[in-house]
């Protein structure tokens, strides 16, 4: 894979606009390799070019070598590089082409106009994000003060200050003053402490009670700390309406310390992935400047490439390593203080695996894929066989069997759908598990969403078959009872699969997929986020399919099995639910501006225009499908947006909500 193609794969997609425009470069350099050309046609092809650069160089660079200062000399003359201060203490970089005059200069100012603009704008981005993640270390100090104390105090709640003082726990700072790397000048408190577990701060405390005789008495920190109240569940929601601040006093018990542990324990993976893609932003860019001084070199044949890459080396972005010292020791104490000092489980925790593809996976989507169109084919010919669709016994047969079934063909299509919907995401670079909040390793792919649609329309198709096949033969007349639980055994596998405890079948979105959902149906207890509202978009497509769902209900709760649906539509009950049911995703959901035909031919399905029974089964399907397909188009561009947003805000980060809220913050704002 070529640099550029690697460099796009690679970026930060919230990042994009600040890493170094590669391409924008290397179009500078083909401009100055088409003048050469022009002026000079005897100048070969880029292809025989690079072959006869590539075998001229080693002798060039072996002849040169043996004279450094003739080398610096000729460096010297090409490019001439001024560091410049601004906005205090910011470092912003000149180049001057010392060969401007020469045919063709004007394209190489360009360049080095471009590579400064370049240089400036990377280095800007980088300090800004390093002293963002400075100030949030700061803040995670503060954290783990709070939580040192909580610990002491939880494990010996008769304990008074002085005790406490003696007992205080051996601790590893985040920038210790011995630490070759210095993020910020902060004075070092209890917060510059390892946190020690509750079951063992008994024995370290008293192990290091002699050394910690002069440092702050870490339970002082308590008068000043409350408990931040993230609205976590309906009663907690409710009690806040009655409240007036969002802070609740601490209660010192074990309970409180493990949600406390929890959320600060999330926070410091949260601010590893941070630091991590820091450096990895680092990396590229430099990789990147280094490549295309080298594409330079090649194309001009002016040995500027060492005297430049020595300023990008001098610079912050490549000269800082305050990441690389917070990274080791976020590792240290993460791995001390929330595994136990298991390292393999800590880094499992920081440094989660991106979910691999796997053959398997493709096979059976294949394989599922095949098994569909076979069933598809075998069900058209059974119709045609047995002419149900020319027979007035079997136009009531499907207008019975098929809106049972319909629920799948719903399900399959709104799935197949998300599928298309996450290739194109991933087409395009669109960090949809960012802004969904997927778990990082557990997002699914348009592979997987795939493989479970064709999975459950072979089982929604084979039972379709069997029901044909079975009811319509007299010969299988005495299995007629088992053939109408079909449709019902089939609703309860996928009800059973999805609400299994068990680590199968992708448990973490099959989970986040029902908390979504309860957050719906909870809607005003809960505060809105993006993932909830557009599962509530995705559920207004989805009326007839909780028409079906009430169909279930009535058509095995009556107790009869002839003629069901005539039966359910003759029910009271039912064709109340037959109509709330159609409202009740629009009230989970405004109604949003999208394509007018699609979305008031929801009318039809509540209105109940007359019409003949298999037409209209027949119409409400397309514009159910319809609907479905609409949705699909609209999820792809919603989500897009979404992006650019993050895109235009350098988001690429969610926000952590921290477990202590200090009262001095809001006193230091007063003043």
Known sequence: MKFGEEFKKHKVPEWTEAYMDYNGLKRILREIRQHKQKKHPEIPSRASQHRTTSNMFPSELSHQSSSPHNQRDIEDQVIDINTLHRDGSRQYFETNFLKQFEEGGEIEVMFFRKLDEELNKVNSFYKDKVEEVTREESELSKQMDALIALRIKVAQPNVDGASSKRQNASAMPLTGPDDGHHVGHR????????????????????KEANSNDNKEDPLEILDHVKINNTLESPISTIKGVFKDSKEDELSFNREELKKAEEKLRVAFIEFYHKLHLLKHYSFMNLSAFSKIMKKYEKTTSRRASRSYMKIVDNSYIGNSDEITGLLEKVEAIFIKNFTNSNRKKGMKSLRPKAREEKHTVTFFSGFFSGCTIALLVAIILRLESLKLLNKKEGMQYIQSIFPLYSLF???????????ADLYFWRKYQINYPFIFGFKRGTELGYREVFLLSTGLSVLALAGFLANLHLDMQSSTQKYKKVTELVPLGLVTLVLVITFCPFNIIYRSSRFFFIRCTFRCLCAPLYPVTLQDFFLADQLTSQMQAFRSLVLYICYYGLGEYSRRQNKCHSHGVYNTLYYVVAIIPFWLRFLQVANILLRIAWMQLVLE???????????????????IIRRGIWSFFRLENEHLNNVGKYRAFKSVPLPFYYSDDDDNKDD
């Open 187 to 206: 004075q070092h408190s209890a917060g510059d402490l390892e946190i020690i577990p509750v079951s063992s701060c008994s024995r370290e405390c008293r």
């Open 409 to 419: 063909l719903y399900t399959v299509l709104h799935m197949l759908m998300y599928a």
């Open 609 to 627: 225009f007359k019409l003949h029974p298999f037409h209209k089964m027949t119409i409400i399907t397309i514009i159910s499908c319809l609907e």
